[in-house]
């Protein structure tokens, strides 16, 4: 979630196990310092993410995360950022649907698409 504030901005919460006595009373003991919760806030854009469910890693499970962006700057910004250490799967491009569009897959395996729609 660091890289991805980097890259995106924002600000960062982390919630520890231990911070929520009542989860962390379901979890085994040396959970208490794993990050429960994370959320990345920048204006509109809120990141909410978890690598823990009941008490477990969880492990694989490929998503695709898109973010609308309100800028071509905006875009051009993230992107680049965070292609760093990764694979461009389609550079950013004009679309036909009147947008530029980009996708990637970040340096941790999680595929980005990112989008503005020009007016």
Known sequence: MNFYRDCLGGELVLQKVKEMPEMAAKMPPELGEAILHSSLT???????ASDLHMGKRLEGNTIQL????DSDAQLNSFFSKMMVGGTVIEPVADMP???RYGALTDKYGK???FNFQKS
Do not use: E, H, S, T
């Open 42 to 48: 920048n204006g509109d854009i809120v990141i909410m």
């Open 66 to 69: 898109c973010i609308n962006c």
């Open 97 to 99: 649907w009147g947008g």
């Open 111 to 113: 595929m980005w698409v």
